[in-house]
């Protein structure tokens, strides 16, 4: 009898033991879903600030345009949009917004082989070397297989190299993988080395035409020069920033090649100049306790928007396998790993500046 007693206890312990299992997984199964389910929520939230964020923004440059006839340069104002606290948010979250003028660098797209090759030589590169780098940039990025002189093309890599994907640079890691660049730009360790980040420092690989002095660096400046032949001198920068010269009711900017002359800059680029912002990139982040929002959007004039909608089917109809060099069909929602949206939402009435492409990135990706 006893015996009976004692089985039937332990048997009734199993059940208590086996349902306490269950329960327990339950209630971490409720439990990450409710969290799951909060976490979404948090970050459509966040996501709808830094929408408000981004139009807030655009709001303030359509101000200064109106008021000084057009985008010129930071200097106008216009950096740190919300600084001012112009835009505040109900759900208490911390939102940061900076604008920097993307086309005050040099576009890669712009850049053919004699340029480039020139660009390197005056960064103390040998002249062979500068020739073997310039071709073999511009067979990465062509739509044929057609080896240039000194450049590499599909049969001149390894076969468990990247090849070369015959489109625009996405990204400036894929120097890293161009025959006769990465030797030059990298060392033994596969680390940059000040040649790439000088170059890197006033290139941009985005798809405008024009670069604007007002905002361009030394570096940039003199990139511009040396494809031109020309020497630069510091009067050039100093000039655009209204350091020399004369200026009057705080415009320092300038507005035309006269303007930038007479204030003394002794030499002056023309090809591919522009005295206008032609790309802005506006950087978003939204935080509310740990959780963060990034976005940033770019912000083209109508030349840009022109010539980016020339392009963008040359860059995202195709896709490749970085280690095996098959090209397949991809998908142009996806870039880099980043959410790619379509202008046609944010488009403005006015066709002066446009949205053309926005990423973005929550907390989980």
Not at 5 to 25: D, P, R
Not at 78 to 101: H, M, N, Q, T, Y
Not at 230 to 258: C, F, H, M, P
Request: proline share 2%.
């Amino acid at each position: 009898m006893k015996t009976k007693k004692a089985n039937a206890l332990i048997f009734v312990l199993g059940l208590i033991f086996a349902s306490s299992i269950v329960a327990v997984e339950i209630v971490g199964q409720a439990s990450r879903s409710l969290k799951s389910s909060a976490s979404s929520t948090w970050e459509r939230e966040l996501r709808n600030d830094a929408y408000s964020a981004l139009y807030a923004s655009i709001a303030v440059l359509k101000e200064y345009e109106k008021i000084d006839g057009a985008l010129y340069s930071s200097q106008q104002g216009w950096a740190k949009p919300l600084e001012e606290k112009r835009l505040e948010f109900p759900s208490g979250a911390s939102v940061e917004v900076e604008i920097v003028d993307e086309s005050g660098k040099l576009p890669l797209c712009s850049l053919d082989s004699a340029s480039l090759q020139k660009i390197f030589e005056e960064m103390d590169i040998s002249t062979n070397e500068a020739q073997e780098m310039a071709d073999s940039i511009i067979d990465w990025r062509d739509d044929d297989d057609a080896k240039s002189f000194n450049g590499a093309e599909f049969d001149d890599y390894e076969r468990n190299e990247a090849k070369p994907p015959n489109r625009h640079i996405l990204s400036f890691d894929e120097f890293r993988y161009i025959n006769k660049v990465r030797d030059v730009f990298f060392d033994e360790n596969g680390l940059p080395n000040d040649l790439f980040k000088t170059f890197s420092s006033a290139i941009s690989l985005e798809l405008f035409e024009k670069t604007n002095l007002n905002s361009a660096s030394p570096e940039t400046l003199k990139m511009m020069l040396d494809i031109e032949e020309k020497d630069y001198d510091d009067s050039l920068y100093r000039a655009l920033r209204g350091e020399i010269g004369q200026v009057s009711d705080g415009i320092v900017w300038v507005k035309n090649s006269t303007e930038l002359s007479s204030r003394g800059a002794a030499e002056i680029p023309y090809k591919n100049a522009e005295y206008k912002c032609q790309l802005l990139k506006i950087n978003i982040t939204v935080k509310r306790g740990v959780a963060s929002y990034y976005m940033c959007a770019y912000y083209a004039s109508a030349e840009t928007v022109k010539y980016y909608e020339e392009n963008i089917k040359k860059v995202y109809t195709q896709t490749e396998d970085a280690n095996l060099g098959k090209k397949t069909d991809s998908n142009p929602s996806v870039v880099m790993g980043s959410v790619y949206t379509s202008s046609t939402s944010l488009s403005s009435q006015d066709k002066t500046y446009t949205v053309i492409k926005v990423y973005e990135r929550g907390n989980n990706q």
